[in-house]
């Protein structure tokens, strides 16, 4: 991989949310993510499932959770990193080869995710701004991503 990326600005109504990127963890999810979040893919997309106390999931560009990039899907890289607050991870279908754009970030403790989904990063500021998100599955109002950008 040419580009190494470390950090992902998410920007939301509210203001920017910091996520220290995981290559260590993820390399092929680091990648897609960095990719897709330059290309503006994420720009615009909402949160469309947010469950008080376990996490908000997007990435959907139609925001119904059904859909994903036109980017192959990934094969897993599931590692020991444990699904605590703040932890991003690969959303996927029952396939564990079928992460693709979507992503959820924790807003508790979710152990029992570990070692079944593809963690990729971690909030490191502007974690109140995704617990401000509107909950629902999906929201009446939902939260959206302003911009989201790799650097």
Request: aromatic residues 8%; charged residues 25%.
């Amino acid at each position: 991989m040419a580009d190494t990326f470390s950090t992902l600005t998410m920007t939301l109504e509210g203001g920017d949310v910091t996520i220290k990127l995981r290559p260590d963890l993820a390399p092929e999810h680091v990648a897609r993510i960095a990719e897709l979040a330059n290309e503006g893919f994420y720009d615009g997309v909402v949160f469309h499932r947010v469950i008080p106390g376990f996490m908000a999931q997007g990435g959907d560009p139609t925001g119904t959770g059904m859909h994903g990039s036109d980017k192959p899907n990934l094969r897993q890289e599931f590692s020991k990193e444990p699904h605590v607050r703040g932890t991003c991870s690969m959303a996927r279908t029952m396939d564990p080869n079928s992460a693709n754009s979507q992503f959820f970030i924790c807003f508790d403790d979710a152990r029992f995710l570990d070692g079944q989904y593809t963690v990729w990063g971690e909030v490191t500021e502007g974690m109140e701004l995704i617990d401000a998100l509107p909950k629902g599955e999906p929201p009446a109002n939902p939260g959206k991503i302003v911009t989201m950008k790799a650097a």
